[in-house]
């Protein structure tokens, strides 16, 4: 079966960091661009980063720049993203997919299809 399984999500303080995992099942990810998305609880899910997969380009949005990272790991199967200095407002169910070609202002999903995402929670 094709598809994108998330993980790495949970509780944490305010300030604190978590590590998300996306990783591939079925495909390898070698030729895909990969971006994480959320949706908090009454609001649209938005772009939060994108990487191509040539790990060239990224995109991060303007809320999360200088606090999340995202990498991936071909090896691995498998697309990480780096959250450090949590805040409130970055609770949210967090998805991966694939995506279209990325630029630093693009980070637009390929299909509209959701894995069942993962939950990360700031508070104290």
């Known amino acids: 079966q094709v598809r994108l399984v998330e993980s790495g999500g949970g509780l944490v303080q305010p300030g604190g960091s978590l590590r998300l995992s996306c990783a591939a099942s079925?495909?390898?990810?070698?030729?895909?661009?990969i971006g994480w998305f959320r949706q908090a609880p009454g609001k649209e899910r938005e772009g939060v980063s994108c990487?191509?997969?040539?790990?060239?380009?990224?995109y991060y949005a303007d809320s999360v720049k200088g606090r999340f990272t995202i990498s991936r790991d071909n090896a691995k199967n498998t697309v990480y993203l780096q959250m450090n200095s949590l805040k409130p407002e970055d609770t949210a169910v967090y998805y991966c997919?694939?995506?279209?070609?990325?630029?630093?202002?693009?980070?637009?999903?390929?299909?509209?299809?959701w894995g069942q995402g993962t939950q990360v929670t700031v508070s104290s």
């Open positions: 990487i191509s997969s040539s790990d060239i380009s990224t």
């Open positions: 997919a694939t995506v279209l070609p990325v630029t630093e202002r693009l980070c637009q999903p390929l299909f509209n299809n």
């Open positions: 079925g495909f390898t990810l070698d030729h895909w661009a």
